[in-house]
């Protein structure tokens, strides 16, 4: 064999390994795995919060339409970092935020909470004792479910949600999801 | 504030690291000796910052600051003081701050120790240390800051993985990068040489004790993270092919190989493209190793880090890097002149063959490797690629390579013949004839590979002392003389036959755990017995405890032997508090004929009975005996007597060279 060529064929096997890199990484997009991720929202039926006289939350009240379930807490600092973008949220319009008001010790703070910041949910359910919540798997909160009009979970995010993470990772899971009904 | 003061001396360490990367390449292009002069103090300067911002992210971790996002992922604060350390370097960011710590320890050591080298290969290695060091500062400044702050702070940590909070893995990931980093030494040395265009017999000896201590620590790093993958995931299996295994595995393959054929540029002035391709070879493979666990191109258990941002970060770096050294390698390489001729029957003849094998070998753990990679980027699917690929490529490679080991140093250089050595190792032969029929005796031909591999054991072990005792003339001449001969051999010769001895004792422990393991799973009550092997197992029960931050249970067992009681086994079932994750913990009774190994898993019922499962692995102890004595083995070459008083001198100064106008 040519001498140069078999000085020069230890690149060409390197970048050929390095084109397969390349296309590797573009088909391993990693999201964080959720053990509820595509199967239907566990059964809970949550009394309502102090102050509104609806009827609370329930599993049942997750079918028809694609909605959030938002996990917060009167206690929860990043809940009330997250808050002001569910009201902008609430104030588009664009999909109903239903919230768990997780963990309160005192059945007051959570409406007080409430009532300071704006409400942005359309059904709240007190979650005193965390039954809905680890019926979910929350790890902690704000917790944010996508679930769709058939109640089946499609996407977990863990953490405040915000515009960038609305815009990147949100919505696409939102235009996936098909009008319930259509094919 | 002590998280600013570490990102700050980073920041700093990386500017630093520039200076050092151009101005001492630039001075040894242009032979300033000033300008060379500045890769000292640079390289000192370097360590000193990268060694503040290390300890600043230990202090933080110690003192579990929580608005460090890194110490929240990482750490908590029930967690004992030597994880809450070890979680310093058990996460993504902390490991690379690790990695680069260690790459400027290694370049500061040859500031400091390197006074015998020619001021311009030494310029020339400090700057190219100094640009690898670049590439993974920015990485981190850019992609994977250790010190980034969270607002609001979280009251406490989620804790670290706790697989990983175990003494033997504290220390696993720090040997393992020694050994990593370690070969960017003999890199750095070898795109010097080819910039110079020159490798001599006084280069391979600079290059030399680099390499030896690198390969020491990453043999010593995988011996002991396979006894924590023994002794810690409970299967009783001691390697199993996982990417992260193999990456680990590739470099040490390379790494082999080059401190081989290194000792023929040493010696007889040729092979040396090949050497210099080697050293590249080697450290490419350990980049590819960070690559392979960090990106999530390819996933296993202990990956630590998976994000695309920082996959493509690092695929860029690797191409820069290797893809760089190889051009220069392809521009610069066949300018390098070999002068020694050789037969193929001759001391080269075989460490080339040892090479060849070497080299196969790791090709074919890189393919095994990639291949679900390199299948699934056209489009072909996800598969994986399990232990029956390695094992039906890598012991058919092994096997003749091992039997040329124990003839191999019965060889002269230049040129030698075949039936003289073989003459000298009748007695060798013998003995391995009769251990393959008393193992054959005593196991039947099941599996008749694990008889092929226990008497290649017996041949390596005793051709390597066959060689030793011609060496020394025993028998041969007054046992006296033999004596003396013996206190005058030099310590490199020492490490090769005590090297050579542990592999034959690994590939004991290998043969043996490998081809008559037993393993027995079952539901036990207590007071229940099961026979494994030839011992009893009885389970005498278990009962739940507390530890200082989960929870277990805790099964005990007594085993004996014709009735006689040989030991009391307790393995635990762990469950974290923070991350609720179960760990366990082998019971393990360890003896020379082999392990009694019992593991306790889930509850059955509720009448205290428990799966269980029971294992006796022959000889798995001698491994990591094995291992343990490669690796003294490496540390006695290290400090042979040519090490210590200097490389000789070159025909010529390099110095006076303006650039590498010579080649």
């Known amino acids: 064999m040519n001498k140069r060529l078999m000085f020069t064929l230890p690149l060409m096997v390197f970048l050929i390994l390095a084109g397969y890199f390349a296309v590797g990484l573009t088909k391993d997009p990693k999201k964080l795995p959720n053990m509820l991720k595509g199967k239907p929202v566990p059964d809970f039926a949550l009394k309502p919060i102090k102050g509104r006289d609806d009827k609370g939350f329930a599993s049942t009240d997750l079918k028809g339409e694609t909605s959030l379930v938002n996990i917060f807490g009167s206690w929860c600092v990043a809940c009330q970092i997250e808050h002001p973008f569910l009201m902008k949220l609430k104030a588009e319009g664009a999909v109903p935020i239903h919230g768990i008001d997780w963990r309160e010790e005192d059945p007051d703070a959570g409406p007080d909470w409430l009532n300071k910041h704006g409400d942005p949910y359309a059904l709240v359910g007190d979650d005193p004792r965390s039954k809905a919540a680890i019926a979910f798997g929350v790890t902690g909160a704000p917790e944010t479910f996508v679930v769709d009009g058939d109640g089946v979970v499609r996407f977990k995010y863990v953490g405040p949600l915000n515009a960038d993470i609305w815009r990147d990772v949100i919505e696409p899971v939102l235009r996936q999801i098909k009008p319930p009904g259509a094919s | 504030m002590t998280a600013e003061i570490g990102h700050f001396a980073l920041v700093l360490a990386l500017f630093v690291a520039v200076a050092q990367a151009s101005l001492p390449l630039i001075g040894a292009h242009r032979g300033d000796p000033g300008w060379m002069a500045l890769a000292k103090p640079t390289a000192i300067l370097q360590f000193a910052l990268v060694a503040v911002a290390f300890a600043c992210l230990t202090h933080v971790f110690v003192t579990s600051d929580f608005s460090v996002v890194n110490v929240v992922s990482n750490s908590h604060t029930d967690k004992p003081l030597l994880y809450k350390i070890s979680g310093v370097w058990g996460n993504h960011e902390g490991s690379l701050l690790l990695w680069v710590l260690i790459l400027a320890i290694f370049g500061a050591a040859v500031a400091v120790f390197g006074a015998n080298l020619p001021p311009a290969l030494k310029a020339r290695v400090l700057s190219i240390q100094a640009m690898i060091a670049v590439g993974f500062y920015l990485f981190m400044l850019l992609t994977s800051n250790p010190f980034d702050r969270i607002f609001p702070p979280p009251l406490n940590g ?60 990453l043999t010593g790093g995988i011996a002991l993270g396979s006894w924590w993958a023994y002794y810690e995931l409970g299967w009783g299996g001691w390697w199993f092919w996982d990417p992260v295994e193999n990456a680990s595995f590739m470099p040490w393959l390379a790494g082999t190989a080059l401190l081989h054929s290194s000792t023929v540029v040493e010696k007889r002035d040729t092979l040396k493209g090949w050497t210099i391709l080697l050293a590249i070879i080697t450290f490419s493979l350990s980049l590819l190793g960070t690559f392979l666990v960090r990106s999530g191109v390819l996933t296993s258990v202990h990956a630590f880090a998976t994000d695309p941002t920082r996959g493509v970060f690092i695929l860029a770096l690797l191409v820069i890097v290797i893809g760089g050294s190889l051009a220069l390698f392809a521009w610069r390489g066949p300018k390098l002149v070999s002068t020694g001729l050789f037969q193929p029957v001759s001391r080269e003849g075989g460490l080339l063959f040892n090479n060849l094998v070497m080299a196969t070998a790791c090709a074919a753990v890189l393919l095994g490797t990639l291949y679900p990679l390199l299948l699934d980027a056209p489009g072909g699917g996800k598969v994986s690629v399990g232990p029956p690929f390695f094992n039906t490529v890598l012991i058919p490679l092994m096997i003749p390579m091992i039997a040329a080991m124990a003839v191999g140093p019965f060889l002269s250089w230049k040129r030698s013949d075949l039936m003289p050595a073989l003459r000298r190792l009748r007695i060798a032969l013998v003995l391995t ?74 590939i004991a422990g290998m043969a043996g755990a490998g081809a008559w393991k037993v393993e027995s799973i079952q539901v036990m009550k207590p007071g229940d017995k099961v026979t494994v092997g030839g011992y009893e197992y009885r389970f005498t029960g278990a009962k739940a405890g507390k530890g200082p931050n989960y929870k277990f249970v805790g099964g005990q067992f007594t085993v004996s032997r014709h009735g006689r009681e040989i030991t009391k086994l307790t393995s635990e079932k762990r469950v974290y508090n923070v991350s609720q994750q179960p760990t366990t913990e082998a019971g393990i009774h360890t003896t020379w004929r082999g392990d009694l190994y019992a593991v306790i898993g889930d509850a059955e019922g509720s009448g205290g009975a428990f799966v269980t499962r029971l294992y006796f692995n022959p000889l798995v102890v001698w491994i990591w005996a094995g291992t343990l004595i490669m690796v003294f083995a490496g540390a006695l070459s290290l400090t042979d007597r040519r090490h210590r008083v200097g490389a000789p001198h070159r025909k010529s100064s390099a110095v006076s060279l303006p650039g590498a106008q010579e080649a």
């Open chain 2, 158 to 217: 989620r804790g670290l993985n706790p697989l990983l909070q175990d003494p033997g893995l504290a220390i696993h990931p720090p040997m393992l990068y020694l050994g990593y980093v370690g070969f960017s030494m003999a890199f750095s040395f070898a795109i010097a040489a080819l910039i110079e265009g020159r490798v001599d017999a006084a280069w391979a000896r600079w290059v030399r004790p680099w390499t030896l201590a690198a390969w020491c620590f």
């Open chain 2, 433 to 506: 004839i009769v251990a393959a029929i008393v193992t054959y005796a005593v196991h039947g031909d099941e599996p008749v590979l694990g008889v092929v591999a226990l008497a290649m054991a017996v041949w390596l072990g005793t051709g390597v002392l066959t060689e030793l005792a011609e060496r020394i003339r025993l028998f041969r001449s007054p046992l006296s003389e033999s004596f003396r001969r013996l206190g005058r051999l030099p310590r490199a010769s020492w490490g090769m036959t005590i090297g050579h001895l542990g592999l034959a004792i690994t």
